[in-house]
């Protein structure tokens, strides 16, 4: 049986928290922020020079947003262990 996006999605999702102690999925990136609240969190952690690795959650937050079973983007995941599938 072959992986189905959903699926692929879902799995990189989880090997992407577990590989980095700060995850951030977020509108835009570090860089070009496209929503309000994804700029503060980016401000914010940029205030204490963390080692954030960013995530544009434009291509992906349907599933990270089903992933997590959370409503909205941005999401921090700060040394946060994967939910297994």
Known sequence: MTETSAEKAHVHIA???SAHPIVLFMKGTLRARNAAFSASVVEVLR???APVHAIDSCRSGRFVKRHH???T???LYVNAPSRAL
Request: proline share 8%; hydrophobic share 35%.
């Open 47 to 49: 205030h204490y020079d």
């Open 69 to 71: 079973q959370a409503a």
């Open 73 to 75: 983007i941005p999401q």
């Open 15 to 17: 090997e992407t928290i």
